[in-house]
């Protein structure tokens, strides 16, 4: 829960929302369209007109075609990488536990400074 007020913060700054939505969906019963738990953070605006409608929205999406337009980009994303991070696993450069930590110490400073900016 701090994690998603966290991020709900975050939000509300970098789109300029004047509200938000948030949703767990767990179990197809309640709309959940992808097999794990996951939340949807809604940014909502004062101009926008959906209310409530905007889950039936959300279940109206086709995910298959969505699917396999995000496969098609990924495929062709790892033909010319950008950087390591979108080449395929067996292309990668094995990083070293004091790399992951390194990065890990730094993700973490970067959010404690956003943190107090809040």
Known sequence: MNTLQLVHKFIINVYKADALNIAIQDGPE?????????????????SDTWGDDIYQK????????????????????????????????????IRTPLEMETE????????????RNQ
């Not at 309640?30 to 004062?46: N, V």
Request: glycine fraction near 2%.
């Open 30 to 46: 309640s709309g959940q369209s992808i097999p794990h738990l996951h939340t949807h953070l809604i940014p909502r605006y004062k």
């Open 58 to 93: 959300i279940q109206d999406i086709d995910l298959e075609a969505l699917y396999d337009q995000f496969h098609m980009r990924k495929a062709a994303f790892q033909k010319n990488p950008v950087n390591e991070l979108a080449l395929p696993d067996e292309r990668r450069h």
């Open 104 to 115: 890990a110490n730094w993700l973490k400073l970067e959010l404690e400074k956003f943190y």
